[in-house]
């Protein structure tokens, strides 16, 4: 499907803008001995085709006090009521991820909450969604690992090979 | 937890930096009617309370050729194989995210991959890790959600009322 | 209660069309040493018998974008509705096999499509069938086996021992 | 994927074939007010991109003692066996279907055979493989659809208009 | 609670009419050297204790083509109705067996049918009982254990000692 | 199967030793003006046609301090093991069934023991035979039918008709 | 959270206390070589805390014909309905404890009863509940552990330290 | 099973100590116009008959920093490694209750714990003693009710009617 080729110099910057989309370009085009316009060039010419669509911060969930997280499986009443479910879903800033899944759930979602007690609150607002079945909730206990840097790596190296 | 409090001024950065992270501080000044001095000094605050710990691409994964999205849960033979099972996956860099979770499962992965075959691949390299007991897969049938600006903005929010 | 009985040169003729239902008969005869008549009355004897029913083609759906296949569960909301709801089910293309069955499931069906996306779709179908409770889905990585020759085989070398 | 077109002659062609593979090519062309030649061209050229690739008997599995249908899901110990089992599967002329799937199974089989007691005998037989931990049966009370036809029909319309 | 004791004698008669309920009293009375009328009296005795409680013919059921075997979990509505359910069921002569039980369902059942088609029937017919909300299936493969007797003598040796 | 006839007077005396094993054949004979001879034929028959296979004793359990049913399905490490373990469940005489099963089961056994502390003892004897994997139990709290009787008639109207 | 200091001489009093809450003062001054004033002091500190919230009896449930135990988990029709359930719970007295619990169920019980009939009636009477849409029961064959004293202890332990 | 039978005045005692084990005998007699020493000879009576076994405190386990209340299903390699477990188990203070139960789990504890973190140490104890085979977890969002006084109040109202 993945038809844009990347060459070398794509490559270089996106390394460095994966792991700080803050890097200024002419720190960018120092390093790579090309000029700050080429770096341009070609970040905007990767935006263009849809690689790169933006860049979001990266926040201490923890320290911002909201170190709970749960994912919650949701079974509907009738699947035409997904979408209108969703955008209920939309509307708790507390649902960070859904997915229309395969399996026993209708619908599954991560939510991010400050403790046991916000959890429940986020998982009732759920449960009280019209069209809502039921619910089933699984806690982390522990987020081992959140890192999307490795495979966009891996998939930068097979575009440029 | 979070005692750290955020004036009005801290608000309207984050909620910039929050739609494009690479907005320069010069822009964000002018909005703000601050010096660009004083915007620099603003996110160094906060980056050093380790709010901010950094910022990441986004990708459009479709046109990219990794559309197919599964989340697995991964049995232990023994949850002392814990850290060393993780550690296996974090070598795999289809796995983005991984929890150790309550319920059925000791570990919850999320996967992405290029399609149905790759996908098998990567959950073999999965059953394959010593300790690895079983795994189950759930796939997703459609991204509707993944947004974490609504949570950061509810955040600051409530961090600077 | 099979209680029909084939000699050899049956059985010989049976092997010839499974392996190519297109065989001519005149062909048959050649290889058997026997005349075309005997080979069309012998098939005519076994097709009456009804051993017999019909022939079917032989698709490389992977080649016409037909990859996809996925198992789907459906629990009905009355077992009376389960004739009603075949009806329906019988009407998506998609959908090339079902069952009644026993245990957690009332209806068990195997669906082909070209995609995630498609896929998500047919099981929308099924979900929105009046009378269809829920589904559940199950997803093939991979189609390893698919083939009633070995059977057919088996069930000939019974009849003529 | 299918970039394969095919034109009204071929379509007609083929719905001919579906119905009954074993229609002479000389009754097609008088149906269809062309030469023999030209059905035979087409064919071959439908053969040799690949869309078909053979054709199989039809059989009343019922009238032939066959009525007992089954599905066995089963866990392996380790998804390394996976060719192995399957290999071993391949032996056992009972089993028309099998596939790797994602959810609680490591493979999926659909058996045929007499009746209770020889259903137990396949699924044993299953149960000894090396490498095989576990099986779960769930029994068809009724096939109510087995009907590939409906599924070819969509898909050469499809590739028409 | 059974605080009622046997003697030797009972202890004895009773074995003999464990294996076969129609022996004489007078054959028991002489292989036990006593008189039939003493027989007579502990029978009697032990049915006024309500210890037997009546006594039922053995029949071969695979001979009588009910080979069948199947146990049904049944789900109500509501246990509100479990009387009137066990009412309908009791209307069933194919339900030998039904039970309140714990875990999952509300009741369970046992069916003895012909075949494969005859237990579709009744699982429906259980099916459509006001007040059953759904049915799950398991079918025997063999009934390998089907004996009281030695629970009866355990408990005579029991209440002898 | 059952090819068996039974005539009117075969049907009669049948339901007569149904309702109770124990009626004398002069009774039988009287009631339904007939030779007692005739019945005893007609007994003798029915026996070595192997329709009655015997006669047994129907206890009062609860009387007897035995009311704690429960139903245990068992898990068998490899199902080549099934013929030994059932040969240890034998020996327990608390098991009064055992079925080879379809589902997630090897086994499924029916248990009658004293109380929750005797059927524990039961359950762990159950669970120390080697070659058995896990046990799961489910309770009874109450046997709201145990009778054959309904099924033998209906049986035995059937063959009649 | 807890930021309450224990002093050696509140640990001992605490020993003391959870050995045998009605331990006459005096008999801790006694033994601790401190006045019963200084006693009462320390108590009424650490009551007014929150620490200590009131004392109850134990008493011997099996001797009392209570031996039976069960956890009930509730499927509730809507969360909405929660507090509303809960209230009627209250009203049953043999439920000892309830959570609102993650996972499969919405609440989740603790019940003590006579016996499997009395048991089988709280049930029912859960099931009553209006808003309980199903219950799920798992019985205890033994309460091998029930004890907060080695709890207290290890808090206690730790606040001092 | 109970045969002991309480007075009006045991169980007016009985009420006032449900309420506070603490309250002085003198209170008692007070408030009941008894004197101090029936008081003393009734409770030691209920004592030397086991009815009372002693009394706890009841402490505020929120307050004292362990809110986090943890379900944990165990699952044995064997059941006869029981006691074995249990004796382990017994060495965790953080584990309050444990039972042997029938359905899926051999063994069902509750777990109390500082917050998520420790949960997960507390779990990772529980997995590692040796027999353990897995182990599930439902988390408590909220502790609902946790009271026995009701159903002691409805125990001792039955032994005095």
Known sequence: MAKFKLDDTDHKILDMLI?????PFTDI???LLISAGTVHVRV???EEAGIITGSS??????KL????IAYVGIYLEKTSQTQFVLNRINEIPYVTVAHVTTGKFNLFCKIRA??????????FQLDDIDG???????IS???????KKRLMKSIFDEMTS
């Not at 792991?19 to 890097?23: E, L, Q, V, W």
């Open 44 to 46: 905007k010419k990767m």
């Open 19 to 23: 792991d700080n989309t803050r890097t």
């Open 114 to 123: 400050k403790d046991t007690d916000h959890a429940k609150n986020v998982i």
């Open 65 to 68: 006090g909201y170190a709970f």
């Open 29 to 31: 085009a120092k390093k």
């Open 132 to 138: 809502v079945y039921r619910t089933e909730t699984m």
């Open 141 to 147: 206990l522990e987020e081992s690992l959140n890192d």
């Open 57 to 62: 911060l990266s926040l201490d969930y923890k």
